[in-house]
């Protein structure tokens, strides 16, 4: 397996090539259809391409290809008094699904890393402190 390509054999068909960068779109998809999590957290080029209106649905995730298997470290934001490690789980089951759906992979792990809590103020409180 290299580090830039994913490679299955299809008996005798040829073979099927999947990029990292697919595997990130599927699993950055796959997260945000989860309740509870807020956003993914991106670097700043993504923040930068975003404000330009550039949609990217790898936001937030990196995928190593090891010699064991696919190794997924996902960063989000969830939502205030929503429950993380209930969040965290659903995110992982939705990403194992959704790959093996869609691309026949398993993974080795997939790694949820909480960088933040999104508190959510009501517009009443925003106009009283006008």
């Given at each position: 397996m290299s580090e830039n390509i994913l490679e299955m054999s299809q008996e005798g068909l040829g073979k099927v090539e999947i990029a990292p960068e697919v595997i990130e779109v599927i699993a950055g998809i796959a997260?945000?259809?989860v309740e509870g999590l807020a956003q993914m957290r991106g670097n700043f080029a993504a923040g930068v391409a975003e404000r330009f209106g550039l949609k990217n649905h790898g936001k937030g995730v990196k995928v190593d290809l090891t010699d064991?298997?696919?190794v997924i470290d996902i960063y989000c934001v969830v939502q205030?008094?929503?429950s993380i490690?209930?969040?965290?789980?659903?995110?992982q089951e939705?990403?194992?699904q959704s790959l093996k759906n869609m691309t026949a992979l398993d993974t080795k792990?997939?790694?949820v890393h909480v960088v933040g809590v999104q508190f959510e103020t009501s517009s009443e409180e925003d106009k009283e402190e006008e």
């Amino acid at each position: 397996m290299s580090e830039n390509i994913l490679e299955m054999s299809q008996e005798g068909l040829g073979k099927v090539e999947i990029a990292p960068e697919v595997i990130e779109v599927i699993a950055g998809i796959a997260s945000n259809e989860v309740e509870g999590l807020a956003q993914m957290r991106g670097n700043f080029a993504a923040g930068v391409a975003e404000r330009f209106g550039l949609k990217n649905h790898g936001k937030g995730v990196k995928v190593d290809l090891t010699d064991d298997g696919i190794v997924i470290d996902i960063y989000c934001v969830v939502q205030f008094g929503i429950s993380i490690p209930t969040v965290a789980g659903k995110v992982q089951e939705n990403i194992r699904q959704s790959l093996k759906n869609m691309t026949a992979l398993d993974t080795k792990e997939i790694n949820v890393h909480v960088v933040g809590v999104q508190f959510e103020t009501s517009s009443e409180e925003d106009k009283e402190e006008e």
